[in-house]
């Protein structure tokens, strides 16, 4: 469910953060959006969910911060408020990651992880 949510919202974000200039937050969710595709790819063509090192999960998180700071420098009130949102959103579910690695990132109890891809070549 959260990966249809994410199909509709990370174009939708990209659009906005072009729509006010804000280039910096248009580069962090261009790569948020190859990075969802790689995820997907896992999860729906190799049935695989992908496991981060615990540098990406401070990679993730220091890009949620640099969203909501970014927001912060435009004068739009709804550009700044949807983007606080989503960087909070980003940080709060890195951060639960990071201290409950068994739990998902964003909501919902620990499930079985039978096929689990970790990319520790990087």
Not at 82 to 111: D, S
Request: glycine fraction near 6%; aromatic fraction near 18%.
């Amino acid at each position: 469910m959260f990966d249809m949510f994410l199909l509709f919202a990370l174009p939708s974000l990209w659009y906005f953060a072009l729509a006010v200039n804000d280039f910096v937050v248009l580069g962090i969710i261009s790569v948020l959006i190859a990075i969802h595709i790689v995820i997907a790819f896992y999860r729906y063509c190799r049935h695989e969910e992908f496991a981060w090192e615990t540098w990406q999960e401070f990679v993730a998180i220091v890009m949620g911060i640099g969203i909501g700071v970014s927001a912060l420098s435009h004068g739009d009130k709804l550009y700044k408020a949807v983007m606080i949102i989503t960087a909070f959103v980003i940080v709060y579910g890195h951060v639960r990651k990071l201290l409950k690695p068994e739990l998902p990132y964003y909501y919902g109890q620990a499930k079985g992880q039978a096929n689990v891809y970790t990319d520790s070549s990087v």
